[in-house]
């Protein structure tokens, strides 16, 4: 489980048929073998870890053909920035919401705007997940748990503030990038139980 709070930035070094080494912040005696760490909201295990000689590490995964076609992994390219989250331990502050890793569609950028010190994102989410994203609600994109402004069809806003820009790679997004996207599983579930009450009725 993880909270959507970002802890660092990490870099693609190598993209490889759904093998990718990511150059990381984390020192690497600090990462178990097979640890489960957060890539732009992907849950992926680290199967290779090493020193980069900095003080950071550099960390193996691996994505499955099925991970490739739901997420943006397939996209990824050496040189490129992703947000990364360690696993959440028991007693951490959950200052996010509850993410699993377990991206549910890709996401589109419609729109940026300036609004005061924030930017505001219009997202366009696959239909079949629209229901499940409200106004004040959450939502997890590209591993940042968000706090969804306005709704319209498959479409709503989000707004980001400075520090999340500067903390994340969302400060380098563009109209038309990808995004991995996670529903709250709250919501989720609130939808599952009103569809059984629904056929019992």
């Not at 093998?19 to 690497?28: E, L, W």
């Not at 969302?170 to 009450?197: F, P, T, W």
């Amino acid at each position: 489980m993880f909270t959507g709070l970002v802890s660092a930035i990490g870099k693609v070094r190598r993209a490889d048929n759904g093998h990718f080494d990511i150059a990381s912040p984390y020192a690497h005696e600090t990462i178990a073998l097979g640890a489960s760490i957060c890539c732009s909201g992907c849950c992926l295990t680290a199967t290779h870890i090493e020193p980069d000689g900095a003080g950071g590490s550099v960390f193996t995964v691996e994505a499955s053909n099925e991970t490739l076609g739901l997420t943006t992994l397939s996209e990824w390219k050496a040189g490129q920035d992703i947000n990364l989250e360690r696993s959440l331990k028991v007693g951490d502050e959950l200052g996010g919401h509850i993410v699993s890793g377990h991206v549910d569609g890709i996401a589109a950028i419609v729109s940026l705007a300036q609004d005061g010190a924030s930017r505001r994102f219009e997202i366009e989410c696959p239909a079949t997940l629209a229901k499940f994203v409200a106004a004040k609600g959450s939502v997890a994109l590209d591993g940042v748990s968000l706090t969804v402004n306005l709704v319209e069809d498959n479409r709503f806003t989000v707004n980001l503030i400075p520090h999340t820009l500067d903390a994340t790679n969302c400060g380098q997004k563009s109209v038309g990038d990808h995004l991995n996207i996670e529903v709250d599983l709250m919501a989720r579930y609130v939808a599952r139980l009103a569809e059984k009450g629904s056929a019992a009725a």
